[in-house]
């Protein structure tokens, strides 16, 4: 059984910051890839950032130069620092971790239940 855990969202105003994190715990051999998503109100969910297990990183164009994802593989967890944050950046904001359980077998995807995140003044 494996869990993830998304924490630290909230009310800020513009120009903020806030830290995400994703935390993945249970019967765990390895997290690999960790994507960071958000959805705001009326709109389809999309992909933010993304950080290999290795540390490679790669963000959506409104997110760069703003984001930054990274990752403490022996807490297996993944942060997401938000900085000069807009009120478009109002969404759920959900990480999605792949996962092996056990050395050698295949790798599975899980979701967190969602952290909410506010820009308003």
């Known amino acids: 059984q494996v869990h993830v855990v998304e924490s630290g969202g909230g009310l800020v105003q513009p120009g903020e910051s806030l830290r995400l994190s994703c935390a993945a715990s249970?019967?765990?051999?390895?997290?690999?890839?960790v994507d960071w998503y958000r959805q705001a109100p009326g709109k389809q969910r999309e992909l933010v950032a993304t950080?290999?297990?290795?540390?490679?990183?790669n963000y959506a164009d409104s997110v760069k130069g703003r984001f930054t994802i990274s990752r403490d593989n022996a807490r297996n967890t993944v942060y997401l620092q938000m900085n000069s944050l807009k009120p478009e950046d109002t969404a759920v904001y959900y990480c999605?971790?792949?996962?092996?359980?056990?050395?050698?077998?295949?790798?599975?995807?899980?979701w967190g239940q969602g952290t909410p995140v506010n820009v308003s003044s």
């Open positions: 249970g019967s765990i051999f390895r997290v690999y890839t």
């Open positions: 950080i290999t297990y290795g540390g490679d990183t």
């Open positions: 999605n971790a792949a996962v092996q359980t056990s050395r050698g077998t295949r790798l599975n995807n899980y």
